[in-house]
T-cell receptor
């Protein structure tokens, strides 16, 4: 079974600074997807960024980028120029890519990010 | 994603009552997932449905929980004889080609 581990329950960052959230996962699959979701106090799940395992290039979305280390099964999220609106719970998630599977998401336990003004 | 609708947003039930949670997927999506988020935890997969079929219910408790996604109308997650441990946020997600888009969730409180 796949597992996703987020070892940092809480993180804080000064506004305009950079912060990195860690995520490791365990799988025997070779093809899969990894995601970072943001959950603000409204509880809405918002997709931040997505990475396909077969792509070596790290995904980037504006101020958000990932460091994907497939051999180490590590998938960290870097937030640059942090803004107050980035404060939220961040979840790392995994999904198998094979078309025959249900393709449900497996989530980590989350990291609560606080942005300090 | 604003396209997935869930109602009610908040639901209060007393122990032993039934809870019905509704999910309307993004228009045109025929795949629906239900996840449960217990307090201070991540989301856990419960069930995956396509129109009129349950595809994978491996994450759903065998007792008291059921789900459906009829040909017409929303997907329904039904919890019979609720207990305090059922208090959680229940999220629905619909999938098109690849991405899952989440609804705003239903917060169930069991008194």
């Amino acid at each position: 079974a796949q597992t996703v581990t987020q070892s940092q329950p809480e993180m804080s960052v000064q506004e305009a600074e950079t912060v990195t959230l860690s995520c490791t996962y365990d799988t025997s699959e070779s093809d899969y997807y990894l995601f970072w979701y943001k959950q603000p106090p409204s509880r809405q799940m918002i997709l931040v960024i997505r990475q396909e395992a077969y792509k070596q290039q790290n995904a980037t979305e504006n101020r958000f980028s990932v460091n994907f280390q497939k051999a180490a099964k590590s998938f960290s999220l870097k937030i640059s120029d942090s803004q107050l609106g980035d404060a939220a719970m961040y979840f790392c998630a995994y999904r198998r890519a094979s078309s025959g599977s249900a393709r449900q998401l497996t989530f980590g336990s989350g990291t609560q990010l606080t942005v300090l003004p | 994603n604003a396209g997935v609708m869930q109602n009610p947003r908040h639901l209060v039930r007393r122990r032993g009552q039934e809870a019905r949670l509704r999910c309307s997927p993004v228009k045109g999506h025929s795949h629906v997932y239900w996840y449960r988020q217990l307090p201070e935890e991540g989301l856990k997969f419960m069930v995956y449905l396509q129109k009129e079929n349950i595809i994978d219910e491996s994450g759903m408790p065998k007792e008291r929980f059921s789900a459906e996604f009829p040909k017409e109308g929303p997907s329904i997650l039904r919890i019979q004889q609720v207990v305090r441990g059922d208090s959680a946020a229940y999220f629905c997600a619909s999938r098109g080609d690849n991405e899952q888009f989440f609804g705003p969730g239903t917060r169930l409180t069991v008194l």
